[in-house]
């Protein structure tokens, strides 16, 4: 059974939750929402949880250390590493970096996203989604915080990452010759693939160390590393009172759509 009265909600599905109430819309008039409620529900009564896993998440999981490295390298400050899950009456979630006495009277919590390519890389052109301002906001409740930052980081690809989208381009029309060996073309989209994926080559030999497989570079001369200070991309969030009232009115309402559906 069920406590839905005290049901808490992950920062990262806040901005599901949230959708519509912009618009005035209840939780009956946003499927995606609701889609959401039904997930949860789903997760809590059948004992799993969702797996999204992706090409963007394995990369984020798996460089998460670097790009918090690479972030305090950039603002030249050591900001503590939080590695505990909050909680309140609203909310539950587990930001990555803070600035202050302790975690509960922290000033500032800094999440980091880790891009998957350049390309995705936000810029000043882009402004903060609206699914990350919720997600920070919520942390910013949950510890008092005033400020909250989104940052962005470009940090080199895995060598296992890299090697899988050598093999999957291998097979690509034209990508061998006659004989079954490399072609140019195969050459050259290699090229293309590291030059896409390493922003920073010495930090990325060392990550060779550690790697049990094969990784042959098919760049010869490289010089396409992109200054550190380049590759962190923050946007900064003010607490917004009125904005965490509404997400706190939005979890109440939640969880009677809940209640009415699911008991």
């Known amino acids: 059974m069920v406590d839905f009265d005290n049901l808490l909600f992950r920062a990262s599905s806040m901005g599901d939750i949230m959708t519509g109430v912009e618009k005035g819309w209840s939780v009956d008039k946003s499927i995606t929402c609701q889609r959401k409620l039904v997930q949860i529900y789903?997760?809590?009564?059948?004992?799993?949880?969702?797996?999204?896993?992706?090409?963007?998440?394995?990369?984020?999981?798996?460089?998460?250390?670097n790009s918090i490295?690479?972030?305090?390298?950039?603002?030249?400050?050591?900001?503590?590493?939080?590695?505990v899950r909050l909680t309140n009456d609203f909310f539950t979630g587990e930001f990555d970096l803070y600035e202050g006495v302790e975690i509960l009277k922290a000033n500032k919590i800094i999440d980091i996203k880790s891009s998957y390519d350049w390309t995705t890389f936000p810029s000043i052109c882009d402004k903060l989604e609206p699914k990350y301002d919720y997600q920070i906001h919520t942390y910013m409740d949950l510890t008092g915080a005033s400020n909250g930052v989104i940052a962005h980081v470009l940090e080199n690809n895995t060598p296992e990452a890299i090697n899988k989208l050598k093999l999957f381009a291998k097979y690509e029309k034209?990508?061998?010759?006659?004989?079954?060996?490399?072609?140019?073309?195969?050459?050259?989209?290699?090229?293309?693939?590291?030059?896409?994926?390493?922003?920073?080559?010495?930090?990325?030999?060392?990550?060779?160390?550690?790697?049990?497989?094969?990784?042959?570079?098919?760049?010869?001369?490289?010089?396409?590393?992109?200054?550190?200070?380049?590759?962190?991309?923050?946007?900064?969030?003010?607490?917004?009172?009125?904005?965490?009232?509404?997400?706190?009115?939005r979890v109440i309402e939640c969880r009677e759509w809940m209640k009415k559906n699911f008991n």
């Open 69 to 83: 490295t690479t972030y305090c390298r950039v603002k030249k400050t050591m900001y503590k590493k939080n590695d």
């Open 174 to 249: 034209g990508m061998l010759d006659s004989g079954g060996n490399e072609s140019d073309a195969y050459i050259a989209k290699c090229v293309e693939i590291e030059k896409n994926h390493i922003y920073d080559i010495e930090l990325f030999k060392k990550s060779l160390e550690t790697f049990d497989e094969l990784f042959e570079f098919h760049t010869s001369d490289w010089h396409y590393d992109i200054p550190i200070h380049q590759r962190v991309h923050e946007i900064e969030v003010v607490r917004d009172e009125a904005k965490i009232e509404k997400m706190k009115n």
């Open 42 to 65: 789903r997760e809590l009564t059948w004992g799993r949880r969702a797996n999204k896993t992706n090409k963007y998440t394995e990369k984020g999981t798996k460089v998460e250390e």
